[in-house]
């Protein structure tokens, strides 16, 4: 069974642009969380997916937005990149709510 | 954003000896806690789980407490071996409606052949 996997795997982008990143979750899985990884604030949750709707969401601004589509496939947007949004941007995926989650690689984004 | 602690403690062991990692949890109302481990360039990899209604679970060479009236957890890791050298986290997940998963800090684990 194929693993989590995440595009782009690295990207380089301006202050002031937008990003989109994407996700594929493990075959079956349904739930879909993202968090993001740097040295200073380890991992910190960003949203939780479940049936294409958001379920819970973490302490972040509104410039950090997600969705889910109907094969549970997902994508977060940052708009208006700031440099302190360069981290490692995880997804992780689970069978149901609540259980086991199984990370991707990260995408990992440096904001110049 | 939220997180558990910055400080990223390292724990340094010699092969074949046990391995003890501690993590404090911040929520009382979670009911799911689980250990990851994640290598350098990868995304963190599950090593085992348990839920509040439990305070003990085995694994193959891993053992998870729990202990809820301190908000306390810990891995151990028997036999320790080269591989197992990677950063293992904890983290709490409390349904909410949605699952919110926060992970603490993460330990460093040194494994000296």
């Known amino acids: 069974k194929a693993g989590v996997t995440q595009t782009p795997r690295y990207l380089i982008k301006t202050r002031g642009q937008q990003v989109t990143l994407s996700c594929s979750p493990i075959?079956?899985?349904?739930?879909v969380s993202w968090y993001q990884q740097t040295p200073g604030q380890g991992l910190q949750f960003l949203f939780e997916y479940f049936s294409e709707t958001q379920r819970n969401k973490g302490n972040f601004p509104g410039r950090f937005s997600g969705r889910q589509f109907s094969n549970s496939r997902s994508e977060m947007n940052v708009s208006t990149l700031e440099l302190g949004d360069s981290a490692l941007y995880l997804c992780a995926s689970s069978r149901l709510q609540g259980t086991e989650q199984y990370f991707g690689p990260g995408t990992r984004l440096t904001v110049t | 954003g939220e997180s558990v602690g910055l400080h990223l403690p390292t724990l340094s062991v010699q092969e074949g000896d046990n391995s003890i990692i501690n993590c404090a949890y911040s929520?009382?109302?979670?009911?799911?806690f689980i250990w990851y481990k994640q290598e350098s360039g990868k995304g963190p990899q599950f090593i085992i789980d348990i839920r509040s209604n439990m305070d003990k679970r085995q694994g193959q060479r891993v053992t998870v407490l729990l202990n809820k009236t301190v908000k306390h957890l810990s891995l151990q890791i028997a036999a320790t071996q080269p591989g197992d050298s990677a950063v293992y986290f904890c983290?709490?997940?409390?349904?909410?409606?949605?699952?919110?998963?926060?992970f603490g800090a993460g330990t460093r684990l040194f494994v000296k052949a």
């Open positions: 075959s079956g899985h349904r739930s």
């Open positions: 983290a709490e997940t409390e349904n909410t409606g949605g699952f919110k998963t926060i």
């Open positions: 929520n009382s109302a979670s009911d799911y």
